[in-house]
């Protein structure tokens, strides 16, 4: 079976991400489980030969570095794909993205996150582990400033995964590895492409930060991700990749530039229909600026909590608002919560 039949497959079966590996079954993720497709067993010589298809005349490359990230449309279906080897075997992970860039209104998130393509310049991050969906709401975040606004947005993305089709901005998506040597590469010569708005796919060392907050010093609006769990962790985890001894300069130009970060977690709906997304939402006003400033970040809930009348909200309070909202049960809202306790209460202390 080829990897257009299996993606074809897959996308009938609803999974988000198909496992191919020898030994066992091919299995998808169907609302986050893991799930076998049938009960024929993969060889290795099948992993291997999936993998060769995919990757054509690179193939020889994942000989020598062990992994290798690309992405590319099967069956219709645009695919993030990761291959490496596992005990001398080929193994790959296949994401299955939306067939289209869904409406940003349509993935129920929080008002405030429909207000984030009005943003002129500033920082906006997108958070939460693996399979979270924060490049489904990157790309329809981007998606809306390209139908609403006439300017230049250019990406760095490792690999692309979602293709914009031009509307009224001008998009240049710029892949590393194939359009650019490296992000450092790709970063270094970004300022110099007159863009309005950037997408750095994710921000994971010293000079993707630096560059970050250069350009929204600079008047940018900047897009990107990390993989944290809540709004103030993804600030100490920005400042603790630099030295203590720069680490007050960055808060400062973190309290000067930081705009908005929403942290995501996809949880199954009570009715096991499918999974809805839980979002903490943090709009950085002038107490949260201070309190970035000072790195007096375990304060930063708190303040969250009292700025709900400019969006924010926290990630327990949201988990509470879909349980009474019927979404999702009581006792996922309490397994997915920061203080379980004020959850089962229902926000009361």
Do not use: W
Request: glycine letters at 6%; aromatic letters at 4%.
């Amino acid at each position: 079976m080829g990897i257009d039949a299996i993606v074809e497959r897959a996308a009938q079966h609803d999974a988000s991400d198909v496992h191919i590996a020898p030994g066992v079954p091919l299995r998808y993720r169907i609302n986050g489980e893991l799930v076998d497709a049938d009960a024929n067993v993969l060889a290795a010589d099948e992993c291997e030969q999936l993998a060769r298809e995919v990757m054509g005349e690179r193939y020889r490359e994942i000989k020598s570095i062990g992994e290798y990230d690309m992405a590319g449309t099967y069956a219709h279906r645009r695919c993030r794909l990761n291959l490496y080897r596992s005990q001398g075997h080929m193994v790959l992970a296949v994401r299955l993205l939306a067939k289209d860039i869904p409406d940003l209104g349509s993935l129920g998130l929080p008002p405030a996150v429909l207000d984030f393509p009005r943003y002129r310049k500033g920082i906006v991050l997108v958070t939460g582990e693996t399979g979270s969906g924060k490049s489904t709401t990157l790309a329809a975040l981007l998606d809306s400033i390209n139908r609403t606004r006439s300017e230049h947005i250019i990406t760095l993305e490792d690999p692309i995964e979602y293709i914009y089709q031009p509307d009224r901005c001008s998009i240049d998506q710029r892949e590393i590895g194939s359009d650019t040597e490296s992000y450092a590469n790709g970063l270094r010569a970004i300022l110099r492409e007159d863009p309005d708005v950037i997408l750095i796919g994710e921000m994971r060392d010293l000079d993707t930060i630096e560059t970050a907050l250069t350009a929204a010093e600079t008047g940018h609006l900047v897009f990107s991700t990390l993989h944290t769990q809540s709004a103030p962790d993804s600030i100490d985890r920005l400042v603790d990749v630099f030295p203590e001894g720069r680490q007050r300069q960055i808060r400062l130009q973190l309290s000067q530039t930081l705009a908005a970060v929403v942290s995501q977690q996809l949880l199954t709906r009570r009715d096991e229909s499918g999974r809805c997304a839980a979002c903490e939402v943090m709009v950085v006003n002038a107490a949260i600026r201070n309190l970035i400033r000072e790195g007096k970040t375990p304060q930063i809930a708190n303040s969250m909590a009292t700025s709900a009348d400019i969006g924010s909200i926290t990630m327990d309070n949201a988990l509470i608002q879909l349980m009474h909202a019927g979404k999702i049960s009581s006792e996922v809202a309490q397994t997915y919560a920061f203080d379980p306790e004020y959850v089962r209460r229902g926000g009361r202390r």
